[in-house]
């Protein structure tokens, strides 16, 4: 059985830091991209970053360009988003996810973490 968890996630002050890890179990993701969604209360999910197969290429939502910073661990077959200069507007759960489809970007995920609430106050 597949398995994507998340931790990390927690209560931080605006301009702190957090680092999230997605582990994932039962499969080996090594060969495809994989990527990280947020979903903050009463709005939709929405795209955070992503990292192709063997991390040469990353994507990231304009809203957390030059703040947040994807990376991956094959060996591990974990994925981390290490976030900076948190702001309020951060606020939200936190998803991982996996597209078995493609090695390079996340466009129809497959496979979804049961997310991580991340809250920063201001």
């Known amino acids: 059985q597949v398995q994507l968890v998340e931790s990390g996630g927690g209560l931080v002050q605006a301009g702190g830091s957090l680092r999230l890890s997605c582990a994932a179990s039962?499969?080996?993701?090594?060969?495809?991209?994989r990527g990280w969604f947020r979903q903050a209360p009463g709005k939709e999910r929405e795209f955070v970053a992503a990292?192709?197969?063997?991390?040469?290429?990353?994507y990231y939502a304009d809203s957390v360009k030059g703040r947040f910073t994807i990376s991956r661990d094959n060996a591990k077959n974990t994925v981390y988003l290490q976030m900076n200069t948190l702001k309020p507007e951060d606020t939200a759960v936190y998803y991982c996810?996996?597209?078995?489809?493609?090695?390079?970007?996340?466009?129809?995920?497959?496979?979804w973490g049961q997310g991580t609430q991340v809250t920063v106050s201001s």
């Open positions: 996810a996996v597209d078995t489809t493609s090695s390079t970007v996340v466009n129809t995920p497959r496979y």
């Open positions: 990292i192709s197969w063997n991390g040469g290429t990353t």
């Open positions: 039962g499969r080996t993701f090594s060969t495809y991209a």
